[in-house]
């Protein structure tokens, strides 16, 4: 009886040995996961880009808005399967170490500096971007950073260290939050910050003006990257990075805003 109790328990677990087995080879997820920017969140447009994806194709997508640092980081480490990003130069090192199957241009806009509309700092007749945050840093305004491992931080970053200046004192204010949270804490205390200027339109209730924009040094690319990772759901990734630089889709992001706004925030760049 016990010989034949354990020859009963042997069919059982080889069965579910199979069953394990054929579910290893079942056909990949269908589901997408997209790391992007809080600010392709924030302005709204992923509410307008993702359900048209889903009705085109097979996949679903789950989004998961953080900075591109962030971003590009579950992608290194195969929590991500397609990354839309605006850092450049993290971008290209992320391709640089193998991460990434293809990287290619989908968008931009630009970087605004919003403020008081006063501009206690007088940065309006600044020579670039990096001028008028040198003007700040000597007058000590209110400054109010993302310092969330962003490409919008990474932007303001280079912005110091173009001026020469190593913000710190009790004016330069971390929030660590995304931009539409970081451009509610500047209205709420009368500060300068760096936004993109999408997300800037798209926040209501900000009692901040445009005080500096339209500097070379302020254009802001985003890139849709395919993740190159043991277990990533690649089909699905390429067919969302080749869908958002196709013709019908780069006329959707053109015209995304003007109809609310009176101008689009987001400017085709897949060619």
């Known amino acids: 009886m016990r010989r034949a109790a354990w ?3 042997a069919v059982v677990w080889l069965a579910v040995a199979v069953g394990c087995s054929d579910d290893t080879s079942a056909s990949p997820r269908d589901e997408l996961i997209l790391a992007t920017t809080t600010s392709t969140q924030d302005s709204g447009l992923l509410d307008e880009l993702v359900p048209q994806f ?11 808005a953080v900075g591109s640092g962030e971003a590009l980081a579950m992608g290194e480490n195969g929590n991500a399967d397609a990354l839309l990003v605006h850092s ?28 008081p509309a006063d501009d206690p700092a007088g940065v309006a ?12 840093a000597q007058a000590q305004e209110p400054f109010a950073s993302r ?41 709420q205390k009368q500060a300068y910050t760096l936004s993109d200027r999408g997300t800037y339109l ?13 500097s070379a040094d302020l254009r ?8 190159d990772d043991e277990g990533v759901n690649t089909a699905c990734a390429e ?26 925030l987001f400017t085709p760049d897949a060619d």
């Open 54 to 64: 889903e009705e085109d194709s097979d996949c679903t997508v789950k989004t998961v």
């Open 147 to 187: 310092a969330d491992d962003s490409g919008t931080e990474a932007k303001e970053l280079s912005l110091w260290e173009e001026a020469g200046i190593e913000p710190s004192g009790s004016w330069y204010i971390g929030t660590g939050q995304g931009m539409g949270d970081t451009l509610t804490i500047a209205s």
């Open 88 to 115: 450049p130069s993290d971008e290209k090192a992320f391709m640089a170490a193998g991460h990434g199957v293809s990287r290619n241009p989908v968008m931009y806009n630009d970087f605004v500096l919003v403020g």
């Open 220 to 227: 802001n690319n985003y890139s849709v990257i395919v993740v």
């Open 239 to 264: 067919e969302f990075g080749q869908w958002i630089r196709s013709d019908s889709t780069q006329r959707l992001i053109g015209e995304f805003g003007v109809e609310t706004y009176g101008e689009a």
């Open 7 to 9: 020859a009963a328990l």
């Open 202 to 214: 798209a926040t209501e209730g900000l009692d901040l003006d445009i005080v500096f924009e339209g």
């Open 125 to 136: 007749e600044s020579a670039d971007a990096a001028d008028a945050l040198a003007a700040i």
